[in-house]
């Protein structure tokens, strides 16, 4: 086997890993936020202080693990990025974008980068990702604060709501926090980067 077939063999095992995480990231993003909109919705509507706190307890606790096990899957994830766009330059893909004043290109080493913003928010899978999953550990935390407030038999009041503020914006901030310091996982050696240096021409 000569070196240029083990690296297109390394290049294909690990774009079959990629797609793999991919295909479980998207699976949990479309399930988990459903289900726990209905656990919310539907243990707030039977009223019942300690079934709203028991099941806050137990809907939060495993929302928390999915949160850690996606960041986790994000963080392979980010791995098997940087090492694809390293085998793309060294097997030498060809580069495809007018735009782009190159000869070596790929599709993850010329990934666009996330430089766009929407209301200030960049655009990025990992911070729409930590904005949901921030959004479902709110809910669950307004449930267990209902829920708590009625097994002590205090009257309704605003504290859930903000007990659920405070719990997104501090989630959604880990995340971002999170999301830098993973960054590192998608730098390039050194060596590869000299070998992909490009100049864009013009923006698409």
Known sequence: MTEDDKLRLDY????????MLTDIR???????????????????????????????????AASFGVVLYDLRNTHLYDAMQQRLRTLEALIGFSETRPYVDATV???????PSRHFRFFGVRVAHDYGLGIIYSAVLSGWSWLIANGLLGVLRKPPSLVPSAVAVIVFV?????????????????ELPTAIRELTKFKEKSTP
């Open 12 to 19: 294909e095992q690990t774009n079959q890993s990629y797609r």
């Open 26 to 60: 998207f699976r949990l993003l479309a399930l988990i936020p459903i289900f726990s909109s209905a656990g919310v919705a539907l243990l707030a509507a039977n009223g019942r202080p300690e079934i709203m706190l028991a099941g806050g307890l137990l809907g939060g």
């Open 105 to 111: 290109g790929g599709n993850n080493l010329r990934r």
């Open 170 to 186: 501090a989630a959604a901030l880990h995340y971002i926090v999170i999301d830098r310091d993973m960054g590192k996982m998608r």
